[in-house]
T-cell receptor, first 114, second 113 residues
Framework: GNSVTQMEGPVTLSEEAFLTINCTYT??????LFWYVQYPGEGLQLLLKATKADDKGSNKGFEATYRKETTSFHLEKGSVQVSDSAVYFCALIGPQGGSEKLVFGKGTKLTVNP | GAGVSQTPSNKVTEKGKYVELRCDPISGHTALYWYRQSLGQGPEFLIYFQGTGAADDSGLPNDRFFAVRPEGSVSTLKIQRTERGDSAVYLC???????????FGPGTRLTVL
């Protein structure tokens, strides 16, 4: 079945550091890929998405590129802020015609210190 | 507009009791999903509704779990004979049919003593 493996945390960075959170997936066909974020005390929010190979999703300074050849969707940000402290989840939805359910990774907790 | 709402926000119950968790989706969203998130884990799919019918219930762990959506809007997740292992945050999400973005509610934290 479909699965997502993401870099385990926790990750602790200083403000303005570069962030990478690795995510790889296993799926039949071409899934849609997502990064969701869960800020302390809040619900899951969509951060960015990409629906086909080589697409780049971006939002709030975060980027991720859908790499079919390496089945990866790594999350990056050039300069993190304290307000980016949260748990980040990589997820996929199976290709069109399959189930609409999201399959999530285990999450990576990011702490950014001033 | 209003987002997905879930009630109660917290539920503490005793082993063996019956519980109901409610989800109000975003108005106009015909697709509704339930997920369960255990501590330190990502959300795991439970069930997916298109309108009133369950299109995929493959994630329900056993027959103690049941969900309904009788009018195609509000949904209730029902758990019978609760067990300590059912303790988790239960998340609801909604979307347009065919839309790939799911909008999540704040969750219900269920604790089974």
């Amino acid at each position: 079945g479909n699965s997502v493996t993401q870099m385990e945390g926790p990750v602790t960075l200083s403000e303005e550091a570069f962030l990478t959170i690795n995510c790889t997936y296993t799926a039949t066909g071409y899934p849609s890929l997502f990064w969701y974020v869960q800020y302390p005390g809040e619900g899951l929010q969509l951060l960015l998405k990409a629906t086909k190979a080589d697409d780049k999703g971006s939002n709030k300074g975060f980027e991720a590129t859908y790499r079919k050849e390496t089945t990866s969707f790594h999350l990056e940000k050039g300069s993190v802020q304290v307000s980016d402290s949260a748990v980040y989840f990589c997820a996929l939805i199976g290709p069109q015609g399959g189930s609409e359910k999201l399959v999530f990774g285990k999450g990576t907790k990011l702490t950014v210190n001033p | 507009g209003a987002g997905v709402s879930q009630t109660p926000s917290n539920k503490v119950t005793e082993k063996g009791k019956y519980v109901e968790l409610r989800c109000d989706p975003i108005s106009g969203h015909t697709a509704l999903y339930w997920y369960r998130q255990s501590l330190g884990q990502g959300p795991e799919f439970l069930i997916y509704f298109q309108g009133t019918g369950a299109a995929d219930d493959s994630g329900l762990p056993n027959d103690r779990f049941f969900a309904v959506r009788p009018e195609g809007s509000v949904s209730t997740l029902k758990i019978q004979r609760t067990e300590r292992g059912d303790s988790a945050v239960y998340l609801c999400a909604s979307s347009y049919i065919g839309g790939d973005t799911q909008y999540f509610g704040p969750g219900t934290r269920l604790t089974v003593l």
